[in-house]
């Protein structure tokens, strides 16, 4: 897959990409700043994107909102977005459409590299992959009524999902039956209002859904 890189720290970003091409990626584009990043986002080569938060010439939020522009532009379009801090304004927005092919790390997770590669491959592949401190923060941040429609059971089940955990990984990290955890995810559809669908979309639905505001 032909990524477009953008990180303006010039190691880190030399890191980055030797990461990802020694993980079967192809790095089409290595921008340092917004310019350069808008560039070679127009490319209708690039099938996906690692982006910092934070760019040249402002440093504060030029990646984030080249992130949200491109999927305007290619709905869809593969993203995982990279921060030091949890940028809530516009997280919220990109995390909005329901989509799914999206992800939100802190660039703590980016020095776990397995965790790392293995959350640009599940974003490349449609999925969706959130930090757990980027949950728990936009969580936090929202207004409670939602928090009243699920149990407390069902909030952790779908902060667990928010970080694109399978059934299987729930029902370990939560020491109950996949049959369980089943059971609180339909749970969660009926409450979130989530009709008949792909149940891998009304996944994606449900965890974006819960994180709007």
Request: charged share 25%; no cysteine.
């Amino acid at each position: 897959m032909r990524v477009v890189l953008a990180e303006d720290h010039a190691l880190l970003r030399a890191g980055m990409t030797q990461l990802l091409e020694a993980n079967g990626f192809t790095v089409l584009h290595a921008a340092d700043d917004e310019a350069s990043l808008a560039t070679a986002l127009a490319d209708p080569a690039a099938e996906a994107a690692v982006l910092d938060v934070r760019l040249p010439p402002g440093q504060t939020d030029e990646g984030l909102r080249a992130a949200i522009e491109v999927r305007r532009a290619r709905p869809g379009f593969p993203v995982m977005v990279i921060s030091q801090y949890v940028e809530h304004l516009y997280a919220r927005e990109l995390l909005a459409s329901g989509e799914g092919a999206v992800g939100y790390l802190l660039k703590d997770r980016v020095s776990d590299v397995a965790e790392f590669v293995d959350g640009v491959r599940r974003v490349a592949a449609g999925g969706t992959v959130l930090d757990p401190e980027v949950v728990a923060s936009i969580m936090a941040s929202r207004r409670e009524e939602p928090l009243d429609r699920l149990t407390p059971r069902e909030r952790e089940v779908l902060a667990l999902m928010a970080e694109g955990r399978s059934n299987a990984a729930i029902a370990a990290r939560l020491v109950v039956t996949e049959k369980a955890v089943a059971k609180h995810i339909n749970s969660i559809f009926a409450k979130l209002d989530l009709g008949l669908a792909d149940d891998d979309h009304r996944r994606v639905r449900a965890v974006l859904t819960w994180l709007r505001v």
